[in-house]
Protein backbone atom coordinates (compact mmCIF):
# COMPACT_ATOMS: atom_id res chain seq x y z
CA UNK A 1 0.00 0.00 0.00
CA UNK A 2 1.42 3.62 -0.54
CA UNK A 3 1.71 5.65 2.42
CA UNK A 4 1.76 9.39 2.24
CA UNK A 5 2.10 10.22 5.49
CA UNK A 6 4.82 30.14 0.16
CA UNK A 7 6.40 33.33 0.16
CA UNK A 8 3.07 33.41 -0.53
CA UNK A 9 1.33 36.45 -2.00
CA UNK A 10 -2.14 37.84 -1.71
CA UNK A 11 -4.33 37.28 -4.80
CA UNK A 12 -7.74 38.81 -5.19
CA UNK A 13 -9.95 35.38 -5.12
CA UNK A 14 -7.61 34.12 -2.08
CA UNK A 15 -5.93 35.33 0.69
CA UNK A 16 -4.74 35.22 4.29
CA UNK A 17 -5.77 36.38 7.41
CA UNK A 18 -4.44 37.14 11.25
CA UNK A 19 -6.23 34.52 13.50
CA UNK A 20 -5.32 33.99 17.15
CA UNK A 21 -6.23 30.31 17.57
CA UNK A 22 -5.77 29.23 21.28
CA UNK A 23 -7.29 26.01 20.42
CA UNK A 24 -5.48 24.45 17.53
CA UNK A 25 -4.15 20.76 17.36
CA UNK A 26 -1.98 20.65 14.78
CA UNK A 27 -1.67 17.64 12.35
CA UNK A 28 2.33 17.86 11.80
CA UNK A 29 4.55 18.50 14.56
CA UNK A 30 6.05 21.69 13.60
CA UNK A 31 5.28 24.73 10.22
CA UNK A 32 6.62 22.96 7.16
CA UNK A 33 6.67 24.14 3.73
CA UNK A 34 4.17 23.15 1.33
CA UNK A 35 2.99 23.54 -2.22
CA UNK A 36 -0.23 25.48 -3.08
CA UNK A 37 -1.78 24.81 -6.39
CA UNK A 38 -4.30 27.57 -7.32
CA UNK A 39 -7.00 27.03 -9.65
CA UNK A 40 -5.35 29.52 -12.15
CA UNK A 41 -1.87 27.28 -12.39
CA UNK A 42 -0.31 29.55 -9.92
CA UNK A 43 1.96 28.12 -7.34
CA UNK A 44 3.57 29.58 -4.08
CA UNK A 45 5.58 27.97 -1.30
CA UNK A 46 5.12 28.73 2.80
CA UNK A 47 5.33 27.07 5.76
CA UNK A 48 1.79 25.74 6.79
CA UNK A 49 -0.27 23.62 8.65
CA UNK A 50 -3.51 22.25 9.28
CA UNK A 51 -5.53 22.72 12.33
CA UNK A 52 -7.17 18.95 12.62
CA UNK A 53 -9.56 20.39 15.77
CA UNK A 54 -11.22 23.10 14.04
CA UNK A 55 -10.38 22.23 10.37
CA UNK A 56 -8.77 25.63 9.63
CA UNK A 57 -5.69 26.25 7.38
CA UNK A 58 -2.77 28.43 9.01
CA UNK A 59 0.43 29.34 7.81
CA UNK A 60 3.70 31.68 9.08
CA UNK A 61 4.63 34.96 7.83
CA UNK A 62 7.37 37.29 9.81
CA UNK A 63 6.62 34.90 13.01
CA UNK A 64 3.03 35.75 12.86
CA UNK A 65 0.39 32.82 12.38
CA UNK A 66 -1.88 33.66 9.66
CA UNK A 67 -5.44 32.11 8.57
CA UNK A 68 -5.81 31.05 4.96
CA UNK A 69 -9.37 32.18 3.73
CA UNK A 70 -10.86 32.28 0.46
CA UNK A 71 -10.15 28.23 -0.14
CA UNK A 72 -12.19 28.82 -3.08
CA UNK A 73 -9.49 29.82 -5.42
CA UNK A 74 -6.84 26.44 -4.56
CA UNK A 75 -7.49 23.78 -5.96
CA UNK A 76 -4.14 21.67 -4.07
CA UNK A 77 -2.00 22.06 -1.02
CA UNK A 78 0.51 19.84 -1.11
CA UNK A 79 3.44 18.63 1.67
CA UNK A 80 5.45 16.24 -0.72
CA UNK A 81 3.47 13.51 -1.27
CA UNK A 82 0.54 14.21 1.06
CA UNK A 83 -2.00 16.49 -0.78
CA UNK A 84 -5.35 18.45 0.89
CA UNK A 85 -8.32 19.37 -1.20
CA UNK A 86 -10.71 22.42 -0.19
CA UNK A 87 -14.43 20.60 1.10
CA UNK A 88 -16.64 23.28 2.21
CA UNK A 89 -14.95 25.02 5.03
CA UNK A 90 -12.69 22.16 5.42
CA UNK A 91 -9.74 20.62 3.84
CA UNK A 92 -9.79 16.44 3.06
CA UNK A 93 -6.50 14.79 2.59
CA UNK A 94 -5.93 12.68 -0.60
CA UNK A 95 -4.55 9.22 -0.39
CA UNK A 96 -4.00 6.94 -3.31
CA UNK A 97 -3.38 3.35 -2.14
CA UNK A 98 -3.33 0.58 -4.22
CA UNK A 99 -6.45 -0.06 -4.61
CA UNK A 100 -8.62 3.12 -4.84
CA UNK A 101 -8.49 6.83 -3.16
CA UNK A 102 -9.65 7.26 -0.09
CA UNK A 103 -10.31 10.85 1.14
CA UNK A 104 -8.99 11.62 4.81
CA UNK A 105 -11.58 14.30 6.92
CA UNK A 106 -9.27 14.84 9.79
CA UNK A 107 -10.24 15.74 13.23
CA UNK A 108 -7.90 15.13 16.11
CA UNK A 109 -9.73 15.56 19.66
CA UNK A 110 -8.38 16.05 23.13
CA UNK A 111 -9.29 13.23 25.61
CA UNK A 112 -8.86 14.89 29.06
CA UNK A 113 -7.32 12.48 31.35
CA UNK A 114 -8.40 14.35 34.62
CA UNK A 115 -6.12 16.62 36.66
CA UNK A 116 -2.79 15.22 38.56
CA UNK A 117 -3.69 13.33 41.66
CA UNK A 118 -0.72 12.95 44.46
CA UNK A 119 1.04 10.58 42.68
CA UNK A 120 0.58 12.28 38.96
CA UNK A 121 -2.16 10.25 37.65
CA UNK A 122 -5.07 11.63 36.20
CA UNK A 123 -8.13 11.36 39.14
CA UNK A 124 -10.94 11.88 36.38
CA UNK A 125 -11.67 11.96 32.94
CA UNK A 126 -13.73 13.60 29.87
CA UNK A 127 -14.05 13.32 26.02
CA UNK A 128 -13.97 16.07 24.67
CA UNK A 129 -13.60 18.41 21.83
CA UNK A 130 -11.59 21.16 22.72
CA UNK A 131 -12.73 24.71 21.71
CA UNK A 132 -10.84 28.20 22.33
CA UNK A 133 -12.24 28.59 25.88
CA UNK A 134 -10.63 25.43 26.93
CA UNK A 135 -7.12 26.55 26.71
CA UNK A 136 -6.83 29.22 29.21
CA UNK A 137 -5.47 31.41 26.85
CA UNK A 138 -2.77 29.33 25.39
CA UNK A 139 -1.20 28.84 28.81
CA UNK A 140 1.61 25.87 28.44
CA UNK A 141 0.39 24.24 31.27
CA UNK A 142 -3.25 24.14 29.62
CA UNK A 143 -2.74 22.55 26.43
CA UNK A 144 -3.41 19.23 24.77
CA UNK A 145 -0.35 18.01 22.98
CA UNK A 146 1.33 15.62 24.08
CA UNK A 147 4.77 17.08 25.44
CA UNK A 148 3.17 18.75 28.26
CA UNK A 149 4.67 21.17 30.71
CA UNK A 150 5.46 19.74 33.98
CA UNK A 151 3.80 22.09 36.17
CA UNK A 152 0.63 21.28 34.11
CA UNK A 153 -2.54 20.30 36.34
CA UNK A 154 -4.48 18.95 33.86
CA UNK A 155 -3.89 15.85 31.78
CA UNK A 156 -4.25 15.14 28.06
CA UNK A 157 -3.99 13.00 25.03
CA UNK A 158 -4.88 12.97 21.43
CA UNK A 159 -7.62 11.08 19.92
CA UNK A 160 -8.14 10.59 16.00
CA UNK A 161 -12.23 10.73 15.35
CA UNK A 162 -11.51 10.86 11.78
CA UNK A 163 -14.26 10.79 8.78
CA UNK A 164 -12.85 8.71 5.94
CA UNK A 165 -14.54 8.70 2.68
CA UNK A 166 -14.51 6.37 -0.58
CA UNK A 167 -16.36 6.09 -3.80
CA UNK A 168 -18.25 2.82 -4.22
CA UNK A 169 -20.95 2.42 -6.81
CA UNK A 170 -20.13 6.16 -8.15
CA UNK A 171 -20.87 7.92 -5.02
CA UNK A 172 -18.87 9.05 -2.55
CA UNK A 173 -19.45 7.19 0.81
CA UNK A 174 -18.60 8.01 4.16
CA UNK A 175 -16.80 5.38 6.46
CA UNK A 176 -16.59 5.96 10.51
CA UNK A 177 -16.45 2.52 11.94
CA UNK A 178 -16.20 -0.65 10.51
CA UNK A 179 -20.21 -1.50 10.45
CA UNK A 180 -20.27 1.40 7.78
CA UNK A 181 -18.34 -0.80 6.11
CA UNK A 182 -20.42 -3.68 6.58
CA UNK A 183 -22.73 -1.94 5.42
CA UNK A 184 -21.43 -0.85 2.17
CA UNK A 185 -19.85 -4.31 1.34
CA UNK A 186 -22.66 -6.44 2.89
CA UNK A 187 -21.51 -9.84 0.59
CA UNK A 188 -17.82 -9.44 1.77
CA UNK A 189 -18.68 -8.69 6.10
CA UNK A 190 -17.59 -12.16 7.51
CA UNK A 191 -14.19 -11.32 5.35
CA UNK A 192 -13.65 -8.03 6.62
CA UNK A 193 -14.37 -9.00 10.41
CA UNK A 194 -11.35 -11.79 9.58
CA UNK A 195 -9.53 -9.33 8.24
CA UNK A 196 -9.81 -7.04 10.98
CA UNK A 197 -9.13 -9.42 13.57
CA UNK A 198 -5.93 -11.33 11.96
CA UNK A 199 -4.29 -8.10 10.74
CA UNK A 200 -5.29 -6.15 14.72
CA UNK A 201 -6.91 -3.41 13.12
CA UNK A 202 -8.20 -0.24 14.13
CA UNK A 203 -10.34 2.11 12.60
CA UNK A 204 -9.70 4.77 15.23
CA UNK A 205 -6.28 4.50 14.04
CA UNK A 206 -5.27 6.59 10.91
CA UNK A 207 -2.72 3.93 9.20
CA UNK A 208 -5.12 0.69 10.29
CA UNK A 209 -7.85 2.78 8.86
CA UNK A 210 -5.52 3.28 5.41
CA UNK A 211 -5.18 -0.45 5.99
CA UNK A 212 -8.59 -1.95 6.28
CA UNK A 213 -9.98 0.78 3.41
CA UNK A 214 -7.36 -0.26 0.59
CA UNK A 215 -8.06 -3.98 1.68
CA UNK A 216 -12.12 -3.13 0.67
CA UNK A 217 -11.26 -0.72 -2.32
CA UNK A 218 -10.46 -4.44 -4.13
CA UNK A 219 -14.14 -4.51 -4.07
CA UNK A 220 -14.62 -1.59 -6.47
CA UNK A 221 -15.28 -1.78 -9.71
Not at 180 to 206: G, Q, S
Request: proline share 3%.
Amino acid sequence: MKKGIILFYLMASAYFSAFGQTGSIFLFEQFVNAKVHFKNHAVTVYAMNYDANNGKMFFEQNGTRMELTGVHAIDTIAWGKRSFIPQGRRFWEVQRLDNGIVYIDWLIKAIHLGKKGVFGLPSQGTIQTLKLHDFGGGTPGYTPYDNQSAYATDMWRRKNDNTYYISVGGNLCKVKSVKHLYKLFPEHETEIRTYVKDEKLDIKDPLSALHLLNYCLQWVQ
